[in-house]
């Protein structure tokens, strides 16, 4: 079945084909919205979140940009919401994170470097300004082709590379700081 006689399908009040949407696409979703918030439990809440949403208001899909492109930017707004909402809980929740050790296999300095690394990581994305970061992540993380992240963002595929190019710019120096020695 064609993505557009799905929609009208699920439009018509077939909710076994809603089910096949969401099997099609919440992975999508799903590693979209980690992209943004670094957390499988929030990045589930909002894969939910966002099908809701989509149930919610797919007759107002007109189909003049692809689905896919449509269901993007609900997930983007949707997690950029979210993170408003809840201002993330920073440094103490990271750094619980960093001392939670579950396994005796690696040296725990190696345990503790890899997470940190990652944690430096995810608070450098999380600072970069929000156009930008967006732009990043729908590039780097979800591996999207500028066009689409263009019609994500409403913006030309040019405004796009330059964000992505100033983002990679912030992180290099943001990453240059960090190692930096006193």
């Known amino acids: 079945m064609h993505e557009s006689e799905l929609i009208q399908s699920i439009l018509d009040g077939n909710q076994q084909d809603f089910k096949l949407l969401i099997k099609k696409y919440e992975t999508n979703v ?6 943004f918030l670094h957390n499988k439990q929030d990045a589930e809440e909002i894969t939910q979140d966002v099908f809701v949403k989509v149930y919610q208001s797919l ?3 007109k189909g003049k940009a692809a689905f896919s ?3 993007y930017r609900i997930t ?8 408003r909402k809840k201002k993330r809980r920073g440094f103490w929740i990271g750094l619980s994170d960093l001392l939670q050790i579950p396994s005796k296999d690696k040296q725990t300095e190696t345990i503790i470097t890899e997470r940190s690394e990652k944690i430096i990581i995810q608070h450098a994305i999380d600072k970069l300004p929000e156009k930008q970061r967006l732009a990043f992540v729908l590039s780097r993380y979800e591996e999207l082709p500028q066009r689409q992240v263009a019609e994500i ?3 030309t595929e040019g405004a796009v590379e330059q ?3 100033r983002a990679k710019s912030n992180l290099k120096k943001k990453f240059e700081k960090e190692l930096e020695w006193p």
Do not use: D, E
């Open 59 to 61: 007759s107002s899909f």
């Open 163 to 165: 964000l992505i190019l």
């Open 69 to 71: 492109t449509w269901l």
């Open 153 to 155: 963002m409403k913006i």
């Open 76 to 83: 983007v707004n949707t997690s950029l919401n979210y993170l």
């Open 30 to 35: 799903f590693r979209a919205a980690i992209g």
